[in-house]
């Protein structure tokens, strides 16, 4: 084998390493997105209360509310009463009449989701 032909199959080898490693570069896929991003308070949660809950359950309370729901810990030491409170026919939370069932279902998959600030 002379210089060249050594030099040309260093040069073949490199290009097939290079072709294989760029291959498998594409069989892994980029991260999605969020096809199963988890609810957080943050994100999805917070505006849901503010909008719906801290008029009376603010700091301080208004109207005869027990407590204020105005932090992340404040509302996630309560999700066990507010769960019932917001799907109930009869005594609903906020007192107007239910949300949405999909404000309803964010709540409730908060919960799931294991109660995620962030
Ligand atoms: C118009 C004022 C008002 C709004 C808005 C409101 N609440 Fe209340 N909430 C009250 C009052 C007054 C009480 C106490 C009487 C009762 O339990 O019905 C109460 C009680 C509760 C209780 C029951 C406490 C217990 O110990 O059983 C929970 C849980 C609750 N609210 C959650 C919420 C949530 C969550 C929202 C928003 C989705 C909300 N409330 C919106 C006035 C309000």
């Known amino acids: 084998m002379n210089f060249k032909k050594i030099i040309y199959t260093l040069a073949i080898s490199g290009m097939i390493f290079n072709c294989s490693s760029n291959s498998n570069d594409d069989l892994t896929p980029d991260p999605d997105p969020d096809p199963n991003a988890k609810i957080t308070y943050e994100a999805n949660v917070k505006s ?51 949300m949405s069932s999909s404000n309803r279902n964010i709540i409730q998959q908060w919960k799931d989701d294991g109660l995620l600030e962030n």
């Open 48 to 98: 849901i209360i503010s909008g719906n809950c801290v008029q009376c359950h603010g700091n301080p309370t208004a109207n005869g509310a027990p407590f204020s729901l105005t932090t992340f810990t404040l509302v996630k030491n309560r999700i066990d009463a507010i769960i019932p409170r917001i799907n109930s026919s009869s005594s609903p939370m906020p007192p107007t009449g239910q």
